[in-house]
């Protein structure tokens, strides 16, 4: 297909201008998004400075240093985000500090204490050597060695690759969301697919995180209050082992609420985009709920490439059955490396024979599902006005070069033919393509 080409030529344009490896689904993605922003067309020196400018917005949540709060002095305001290192815990037995125990936090030079909130004194030795992060915190006021008052906005940052890491996931964080069950105690690893915006009802604010666990099953966990600034220490793509959630409903799907009794740790999303090894499986990211991500690979996708057990999947392929039942989807398409069934959770404007791009599929079993939840959607390129009307995406073929795929043709209708089932058959004119 001619659109695939130009994906392939601005892919690595790109990723040469950004000086490193851009993903090929993501910039299919935004190309199709152009086109349809756009359905006048676009040049192709603002398509390329649009892409660029993508690739500079892309998300990353920064996060404050205690070196920058301790050296300039500086108030924490109660919304600020920080990350540090937590080299221990301190009791107050034998110090003169009367309270809690503290968590010894270090920034290169700068060393600073905070007063462990009671939700994390049974849990102290999971902090002992590892990176925290935490927010809605004070002074304890007029403390002459810095300490700063507890807080129960915070969360201990894993890293899977770390033996420590793996062992205390492995240990305690085994269950999946079809093991739940309402009023007992639970431990999940899931990905965050969606964070909501604040919503304030009724004198109270909360916000919903959507997520996904190992078996691709969405789940929904609620921040209430105080607690909504917790979803500022994690970012969209990362991982959370959540430590006994308060299970609200399992019906349909996994609804949790984080309570006064809930641990969060974050496995943050990888940054780079560019893979060390080369080839297609290598790119393939073993991801904490054990499944693959598929988001960083660099190369075109096609059905032969799919593996069960993943995330992220996104494809190019052509309608060739296509089923609708209430509220759902069910496609087969192909390429011209095989053919794969989707189910979709909704609708979309498709027929037999539309060339379509797929993102953010899941793998459950062997079917591969989309739905809202993981932000899937169903991307028509036959369909798109956008495409035809922007030269360096496409161009027009004779149709004596018509034989099987996507082409654009221009053409004098001679003759129409309304069928009775209302299926429009046209005949034109060769000799009338320019």
């Known amino acids: 297909m001619d659109f695939v080409e130009r994906v392939d030529r601005f892919c690595n344009l790109i990723s040469k201008s950004r000086g490193h490896a851009i993903s090929w689904n993501w910039t299919a993605k935004h190309l199709l998004d152009l086109a349809r922003q756009y359905p006048g067309g676009l040049t192709e020196a603002i398509i390329e400075c649009e892409l660029i400018k993508r690739t500079e917005q892309a998300p990353k949540k920064q996060f404050r240093t205690l070196e920058a709060l301790y050296v300039k002095r500086e108030t924490p305001t109660l919304f600020d985000p920080f990350e540090t290192h937590c080299t221990g815990y301190m009791s107050a037995t034998g110090s003169h500090l009367q309270?809690?125990?503290?968590?010894?936090?270090?920034?290169?030079?700068?060393?600073?204490?905070?007063?462990?909130?009671?939700?994390?004194?049974?849990?102290?030795?999971?902090?002992?050597?590892?990176?925290?992060?935490?927010?809605?915190?004070?002074?304890?006021p007029e403390d002459p060695i810095k300490t700063l008052l507890p807080t129960e906005n915070l969360v201990i940052v894993l890293d899977p690759s770390n033996e420590q890491d793996q062992q205390l996931l492995g240990t305690h964080f085994t269950?999946?969301?079809?093991?739940?069950?309402?009023?007992?105690?639970?431990?999940?690893?899931?990905?965050?697919?969606?964070?909501?915006?604040?919503?304030?009802?009724?004198?109270?604010?909360?916000?919903?995180?959507?997520?996904?666990?190992?078996?691709?099953?969405?789940?929904?966990?609620?921040?209430?209050n105080n607690h909504t600034h917790i979803t500022k220490l994690f970012s969209v793509g990362d991982s959370l082992a959540l430590w006994h959630p308060l299970i609200v409903r399992t019906q349909q799907?996994?609804?949790?609420?984080?309570?006064?009794?809930?641990?969060?740790?974050?496995?943050?999303?990888?940054?780079?985009?560019?893979?060390?090894?080369?080839?297609?499986?290598?790119?393939?990211?073993?991801?904490?709920?054990?499944?693959?991500?598929?988001?960083?690979?660099?190369?075109?996708?096609?059905?032969?490439?799919?593996?069960?057990?993943?995330?992220?999947?996104?494809?190019?392929?052509?309608?060739?059955?296509?089923?609708?039942?209430?509220?759902?989807?069910?496609?087969?398409?192909?390429?011209?490396?095989?053919?794969?069934?989707?189910?979709?959770?909704?609708?979309?404007?498709?027929?037999?024979?539309?060339?379509?791009?797929?993102?953010?599929?899941?793998?459950?079993?062997?079917?591969?599902?989309?739905?809202?939840?993981?932000?899937?959607?169903?991307?028509?390129?036959?369909?798109?006005?956008?495409?035809p009307h922007t030269q360096c995406l496409s161009h027009l073929s004779f149709l004596k070069e018509i034989s099987q795929g996507l082409y654009y043709c221009k053409a004098m209708v001679v003759d129409l033919d309304e069928h009775p089932s209302t299926t429009k058959r046209f005949k034109v004119d060769s000799r009338c393509v320019w």
Not at 175 to 185: K, T
Not at 322 to 335: F, Q
Not at 350 to 357: N, P, S, W
Request: net charge negative.
């Open 175 to 224: 269950s999946q969301f079809e093991d739940a069950v309402p009023e007992q105690d639970h431990n999940f690893v899931a990905r965050v697919v969606k964070i909501e915006q604040v919503v304030r009802d009724n004198g109270h604010e909360y916000v919903q995180v959507n997520v996904v666990d190992g078996m691709a099953q969405s789940g929904l966990i609620i921040f209430w």
């Open 253 to 387: 799907q996994v609804m949790m609420e984080h309570t006064h009794k809930t641990v969060v740790f974050v496995m943050p999303m990888e940054q780079d985009l560019a893979p060390s090894q080369t080839g297609l499986a290598a790119q393939y990211r073993a991801h904490p709920t054990g499944l693959y991500d598929m988001a960083y690979v660099t190369k075109r996708l096609q059905i032969k490439d799919l593996v069960q057990g993943a995330l992220h999947v996104s494809f190019f392929g052509c309608v060739v059955h296509c089923e609708r039942h209430m509220n759902r989807l069910g496609l087969r398409l192909a390429d011209s490396t095989g053919i794969c069934d989707i189910y979709f959770e909704g609708d979309a404007d498709v027929d037999l024979g539309h060339v379509v791009f797929v993102e953010n599929l899941a793998s459950f079993g062997e079917k591969w599902i989309g739905h809202k939840d993981l932000s899937s959607s169903i991307w028509n390129v036959t369909m798109s006005q956008g495409i």
């Open 99 to 140: 309270g809690p125990p503290s968590l010894q936090l270090e920034d290169v030079d700068v060393q600073v204490n905070m007063m462990a909130h009671t939700k994390f004194l049974e849990y102290l030795a999971w902090f002992k050597d590892r990176t925290m992060r935490f927010t809605h915190c004070q002074w304890l």
